[in-house]
């Protein structure tokens, strides 16, 4: 599943993927376990009363790599129609 985040339509970061979330061009979202909960916390929260598909990867880093970037992420959108 990681790799259609190197060839779909996707956002990365917190900003992006909340504002996917909430005008509900989400698919699905990647959530890095390593990441600080506080801040994955609002985007969790929507995608619970929207009924989006939640993917747990275990590191920043790893997600980062799958969706292309040379830095970790701690959230990651696989948009809708992509």
């Given amino acids: 599943m990681l790799s ?3 060839t779909k339509s996707k956002v990365i970061g917190v900003k992006q993927s909340l504002k996917a979330v909430k005008t509900d061009g989400a698919q699905c979202v990647y959530f890095a376990d390593d ?3 506080s801040l994955l916390e609002p985007i969790r929260s929507v995608c619970e009363e ?3 598909h939640v993917i747990t990867v275990e590191t920043m ?3 980062g790599h799958a969706c292309g ?3 970790g ?3 990651a959108v696989l948009l809708k129609n992509s």
Avoid: W
Wanted: charged share 30%; hydrophobic share 60%; proline share 6%.
């Fill in 61 to 63: 880093a790893a997600l």
């Fill in 50 to 52: 929207k009924g989006i």
């Fill in 73 to 75: 992420a701690a959230v």
């Fill in 35 to 37: 990441a600080d909960p």
């Fill in 4 to 6: 259609e985040l190197k």
């Fill in 69 to 71: 970037i040379d830095v």
